[in-house]
């Protein structure tokens, strides 16, 4: 039985000069929070020393955003599904889809930035 480690199977790894370079997604606080961990620190020591010898040492080094998983994109879609079927029923939104026609394409956030990933703009 094998246990894969969500952690690893987001990592893009290189050995180079004697380093071992573990690149993670850009800002995932999960990755940040296991290794803060002193004994993930130390076993990670042992396994690239046994791996790739004496003085062998590893660096976490920022990686692109990795893409939303399939069912991220799925929940993602549902929510902004809801949100425009909420929105298009409100009253006031109505009356204006009544004078100008058209639909709601897509809800923004209440900073007023893009929609996100996935929706429509």
């Known amino acids: 039985w094998k246990r894969s480690s969500p952690l690893v199977a987001r990592a893009r790894c290189e050995f180079v000069d004697g380093e071992l370079r573990i690149a993670l997604p850009a800002g995932d606080p ?52 809801q949100a425009r079927e909420e929105v298009a029923g409100d009253p006031q939104v109505q009356a204006l889809l009544d004078i100008f026609g058209g639909s709601v394409a897509a809800v923004r956030d209440d900073d007023g930035g893009p929609p996100r990933a996935g929706e429509n703009g």
Do not use: M, S
Not at 35 to 45: M, S
Not at 50 to 73: D, H, K, M, N, S
């Open 30 to 81: 999960f990755a940040a929070a296991q290794l803060g961990r002193e004994q993930n620190r130390e076993l990670l020591d042992t396994v690239v020393v046994a791996a790739f010898g004496a003085g062998a040492r590893w660096r976490l080094i920022e990686g692109p955003v990795a893409p939303p998983t399939a069912g991220e994109t799925a929940a993602r879609h549902e929510q902004q599904r």
